[in-house]
């Protein structure tokens, strides 16, 4: 059973940092594209920023040079820092990821269960 579970979410000032975290447990042979997606209130969750096994990245033109996003593949593990955050950065941050749990199995999209990121003063 593969599981991911994101971590670093609070209430933070409008401009101020917060550093996400997505780790993946479990029975892992692979994992490739990782992704973070965020929902507001009343509105569909978007893509926010994706990174490659090879560490290609793309953001949402919204968070472009205000987030990062990262891995670490010997901990299975997925990053993004948010600066300058802003009111409207408000959401539910969900990762996702593409896994292969074993080596005679294709892979499949995981979901973690999210985490609240609020900005407000």
């Known amino acids: 059973q593969v599981q991911l579970v994101e971590s670093g979410g609070g209430l933070v000032p409008p401009g101020g940092s917060l550093r996400l975290s997505c780790a993946a447990s479990?029975?892992?042979?692979?994992?490739?594209?990782m992704r973070w997606y965020r929902q507001a209130p009343g509105k569909q969750r978007e893509l926010v920023a994706a990174i490659s096994s090879g560490g290609s990245t793309n953001y949402a033109d919204s968070v472009k040079g205000r987030f990062t996003i990262s891995r670490d593949n010997a901990k299975n593990t997925m990053y993004l820092q948010m600066d300058s955050l802003k009111p409207e950065d408000t959401a539910v941050y969900y990762c996702?990821?593409?896994?292969?749990?074993?080596?005679?199995?294709?892979?499949?999209?995981?979901w973690g269960q999210g985490t609240q990121v609020t900005v407000s003063s």
């Open positions: 479990g029975s892992i042979f692979s994992i490739y594209a």
């Open positions: 996702n990821a593409d896994i292969r749990y074993a080596i005679h199995t294709g892979s499949k999209a995981y």
